[in-house]
């Protein structure tokens, strides 16, 4: 069965860094599209960045120019670089995978940003 097990969440300082790490199992793995999603307290889940199996990227406007997602194919990971972090970044991040149109989640990784 498919399994997403993300890591590398914790507690940084604004302007800090962090890389998140998502470890896929049960499918292609580089036959899919991966995403990160993220959950602050009290607000929805929202897509964060998303890479397609050919390796086009999106970004949400909030992260443009400071997170960077990447994916290798052949550990099936993907991974959110994240930079200049604020505290509005703070959230429950999530990997996410669509396939045969059935979404996957993983548990998710906190983020805190706070000084």
């Known amino acids: 069965q498919v399994h997403l097990v993300e890591s590398g969440g914790g507690l940084v300082q604004p302007g800090g860094s962090l890389r998140l790490s998502c470890a896929a199992s049960?499918?292609?793995?580089?036959?899919?599209?991966m995403n990160w999603y993220r959950q602050a307290p009290g607000k929805e889940r929202e897509l964060v960045a998303a890479?397609?199996?050919?390796?086009?990227?999106y970004y949400t406007d909030s992260v443009k120019g400071r997170f960077t997602i990447s994916r290798d194919n052949g550990k099936s990971t993907v991974a959110l670089q994240m930079n200049s972090l604020k505290p509005v970044d703070t959230a429950v991040y999530y990997c996410?995978?669509?396939?045969?149109?059935?979404?996957?989640w993983g548990r998710g990784t906190l983020v805190t940003v706070s000084s």
């Open positions: 890479i397609a199996n050919g390796g086009s990227t």
């Open positions: 996410h995978v669509i396939i045969f149109g059935a979404p996957y």
């Open positions: 049960g499918f292609i793995f580089s036959n899919y599209a």
